[in-house]
C-alpha cells in the first residue's frame, strides 16, 4: 500500500516537475506549503543561500518549520545565529541529535572520529538524525544550489527524494551566490558572523576551516579527504512514465 502511494506522489511530481523550473523560489515556497501544509519542513545548517531560504518563508508563510540537524560540534557563531533566527523570525528551531553524544560516540568509537572515518562520523551525527527527521514528513524544503557541488549539479526545484522516501523542495536551485548575498543585503537578513572571516561554507567545528583567496568556496569544508558531501543531498533522477489517475489517499498532503 506504502508503495503504491509512493508511486502516485512521484507521478504527481513528475508532472509539476518541469512547470517549476520557471518557478520563482517564492512560487516553489508557496505551492510548498498550500501542498503539504504541517508535513513540510525548511531544513537548514543556516548558510547564506539558507538564510535568504528563511526570509523568503517567512514573508509566504508566517508559521513555517524549520529543523536543523544539530551534531553539537557547530560553531558559537553558528548557535547566535540560530538564537537571532528564532527571535527575528518568531518560531522555534526543531533541532535534532544524533542517538549517541559526543562522550558516547567516543567510547564507541573511539577519539576523534571524524579525523579518521569522516563519512561514519556524519552517518552518525547528520544523516541518521535526519533519517529519523524525515521520516515524520512528506516532504522537505533545502536551500541546495546547483552550483555548489557536482553532486548537487543534476538537482531540481521540486523532486522526489528517493534516498529519503518523501518529496524534496529546493527553491533556490538555479541561484548564484550573488543572487544569494544582494538578497541578503537588500533585505537585511542576518547571517552567520563566520562569513565575513573567510569562512563562505560552514559546518562542523572540527571540519571546517577559513579558504584562501582563489580556493574553491567548498574548499574549507573537510580539508585533507575528497569529501565534499555529508550525504545528505544525493540526487536521484524521477520518473518519467505517464501517470495513471491518482487516489485521493496519495495527494500530497494527505
Ligand atoms: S562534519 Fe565532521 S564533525 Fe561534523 S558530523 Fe561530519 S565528520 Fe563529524
Known amino acids: 500500500m506504502m508503495d503504491h502511494i509512493q508511486h502516485n506522489v512521484q507521478e504527481q511530481i513528475a508532472k509539476v516537475q518541469v512547470a517549476a523550473e520557471n518557478w520563482t523560489p517564492q512560487r516553489a515556497l508557496t505551492w510548498a ?3 503539504f501544509g504541517n508535513r513540510i519542513a525548511i531544513s537548514s545548517a543556516f548558510g ?3 538564510m535568504v531560504l528563511i526570509d523568503m518563508a517567512s514573508r ?7 529543523f536543523t540537524i544539530d551534531t553539537e560540534f557547530l560553531f558559537p557563531e553558528t548557535y547566535a545565529l540560530m538564537d537571532r533566527i528564532e527571535e527575528k523570525y518568531g518560531i522555534a528551531i526543531e533541532k535534532v541529535y544524533s542517538v549517541l553524544s559526543p562522550e558516547e560516540q567516543e567510547r564507541t568509537h573511539g577519539a576523534a572520529l571524524w579525523s579518521r572515518d569522516p563519512d561514519l562520523c556524519c552517518g552518525l551525527r547528520k544523516v541518521e538524525p535526519l533519517r529519523r527527521k524525515l521520516s515524520e514528513l512528506g516532504a522537505w524544503i533545502t536551500s541546495i544550489r546547483r552550483d555548489q557541488t557536482s553532486a548537487r549539479s543534476a538537482a531540481r526545484r521540486i523532486e522526489w527524494d528517493s534516498k529519503f522516501g ?25 547571517y ?4 565575513d572571516q573567510d569562512y563562505p561554507s560552514i559546518g562542523c567545528t572540527h571540519c571546517t576551516r577559513a579558504v584562501r583567496p582563489g580556493e574553491d568556496p567548498r574548499a574549507g569544508r573537510w580539508p585533507g579527504f575528497a569529501k565534499t558531501e555529508c ?24
Request: net charge negative; no cysteine.
Open 60 to 66: 509566504v508563510h508566517k508559521d513555517f518549520r524549520l
Open 192 to 195: 552567520n558572523e563566520l562569513h
Open 48 to 50: 547564506a543561500e539558507g
Open 33 to 35: 506549503f498550500e501542498t
Open 166 to 190: 518523501l518529496v524534496k523542495v529546493n527553491p533556490m536551485v538555479d541561484w548564484s551566490a550573488k543572487q544569494v548575498w544582494r538578497y541578503i543585503h537588500d533585505h537585511e537578513v542576518p
Open 231 to 254: 550525504g545528505l543531498h544525493i540526487i536521484e533522477p524521477v520518473p518519467s512514465s505517464p501517470a495513471p489517475q491518482a487516489s485521493k489517499a496519495a495527494k500530497f498532503g494527505d
